[in-house]
């Protein structure tokens, strides 16, 4: 597994391009913006990107999705928590910075446990909810793509609509107690591992302080 990290957008959005160096499989999560680079980039490398994977659907994570879903034809992966955030009328604040917003259709719905499989490499999404209802951490081996829920030493805001800070200490106690390590790669910021966070991240260590 080969993974590439494009930052993208207006609030430095983390899209991650994952594939297999022998078929050239790919999928795209989090296609924040700037869809030129994020294809120039699989063009680059001959990729062949067969999905575009949503952690969650806020609108600095989707905006490069519809040109990037139009050149490759990909399936589009989104957590069903989050559907209605797809829509431009529910960005709320945000709506008047998604002016170019083309919405299109998932091809599957997303919940705990879903799985795609693509260069031999299984994603698996978790459902991991507390930024938004639907937000998830999808697990390709051992790395961990933890969107808005899980930030180097940080974890995603919770005051948004659809945002739970009870939630978001239940998921992150979840995270912690995965068995073993893995690689953390959020939506923002830098990457880190899950045992650097069990260690260092203070909201960590309030989702299990209490039991």
């Given at each position: 597994m080969k993974i590439?990290?494009?930052?993208?957008?207006?609030?430095?959005?983390?899209c991650y391009i994952v594939y297999d160096e022998k078929s050239r499989e790919a999928a795209v999560i989090d296609p924040g913006d700037?869809?030129?680079?994020?294809?120039?980039?699989?063009?680059?490398?001959?990729?062949?990107?067969?999905?575009?994977?949503?952690?969650?659907?806020?609108?600095?994570?989707?905006?490069?999705?519809?040109?990037?879903?139009?050149?490759?034809?990909?399936?589009?992966?989104?957590p069903e928590g989050d559907l209605w955030l797809l829509k431009r009328e529910n960005m709320g604040q945000f709506r008047s910075l998604?002016?170019?917003?083309?919405?299109?259709?998932?091809?599957l719905l997303a919940n705990e446990g879903t799985q795609v499989t693509f260069g031999g490499m299984t994603a698996t999404y978790m459902n991991t909810p507390g930024h938004t209802p639907g937000s998830s951490v999808i697990r390709i081996g051992d790395c961990l793509?933890?969107?808005d829920t899980l930030f180097r030493h940080e974890c995603g805001r919770c005051d948004l609509e659809g945002g739970d800070?009870?939630?978001?200490?239940?998921?992150?106690?979840?995270?912690?107690?995965?068995?073993?390590?893995y690689k953390v790669l959020p939506g923002h910021?830098?990457?880190?591992?899950?045992?650097?966070?069990?260690?260092?991240?203070?909201?960590?260590?309030?989702a299990v302080g209490g039991r």
């Amino acid at each position: 597994m080969k993974i590439m990290q494009l930052c993208v957008g207006m609030v430095a959005t983390n899209c991650y391009i994952v594939y297999d160096e022998k078929s050239r499989e790919a999928a795209v999560i989090d296609p924040g913006d700037n869809a030129a680079s994020i294809l120039s980039a699989a063009e680059k490398e001959k990729l062949d990107i067969k999905y575009v994977l949503l952690t969650h659907a806020h609108f600095d994570h989707i905006l490069a999705a519809h040109e990037v879903l139009a050149a490759t034809h990909a399936q589009y992966v989104v957590p069903e928590g989050d559907l209605w955030l797809l829509k431009r009328e529910n960005m709320g604040q945000f709506r008047s910075l998604a002016r170019a917003y083309v919405e299109d259709k998932p091809d599957l719905l997303a919940n705990e446990g879903t799985q795609v499989t693509f260069g031999g490499m299984t994603a698996t999404y978790m459902n991991t909810p507390g930024h938004t209802p639907g937000s998830s951490v999808i697990r390709i081996g051992d790395c961990l793509f933890t969107g808005d829920t899980l930030f180097r030493h940080e974890c995603g805001r919770c005051d948004l609509e659809g945002g739970d800070f009870g939630q978001m200490l239940r998921s992150l106690r979840r995270l912690h107690d995965l068995e073993g390590d893995y690689k953390v790669l959020p939506g923002h910021e830098g990457i880190s591992t899950l045992s650097e966070e069990r260690a260092a991240n203070p909201y960590m260590a309030q989702a299990v302080g209490g039991r």
